[in-house]
């Protein structure tokens, strides 16, 4: 989990799916604990700031692969990512105390 988790956030409304784009490949993210999400317009409310779709956003964190998000989130987020999961099956999982920050690149 020392890990810089980061990409820019895109929200497929076909599949309802939120990720973390980087070098092309979307990975699904888990939020640090206490984010929620605003259905409309679709953004991430997280640590007193709104994060849209198109935003580039990084903080502390890993990837993984199901069974370490099982471990670390439990089933339900687990079951919940890997519906999103690309090729890699590799979700974007952000540190539960990680300060994540906009940045501009």
């Known amino acids: 989990m020392a890990a810089i988790v980061k990409g820019t956030v895109v929200f497929d409304k076909n599949t309802g799916c939120l990720f973390l784009e980087l ?3 979307r990975y699904p993210v888990v ?3 206490g984010a929620s999400w605003q ?3 679709p953004a991430v409310k997280l640590q007193g700031q709104l ?3 198109g935003m580039s956003v990084q903080g502390g964190g ?3 692969k199901y069974e370490g998000v099982k471990a670390l989130a439990g089933t339900v987020v687990a079951d919940a990512a ?3 999961a690309g090729p890699t099956g590799e979700v974007a999982f952000f ?3 990680s300060d994540v920050r ?3 690149e």
Request: charged content about 10%; some cysteine.
């Open 23 to 25: 070098e092309n490949i």
């Open 31 to 33: 939020w640090p604990a």
């Open 39 to 41: 259905a409309d317009p």
């Open 51 to 53: 994060i849209k779709p």
């Open 62 to 64: 890993g990837y993984f």
């Open 82 to 84: 890997q519906a999103c």
């Open 95 to 97: 540190n539960i105390g």
């Open 102 to 104: 906009v940045v501009t």
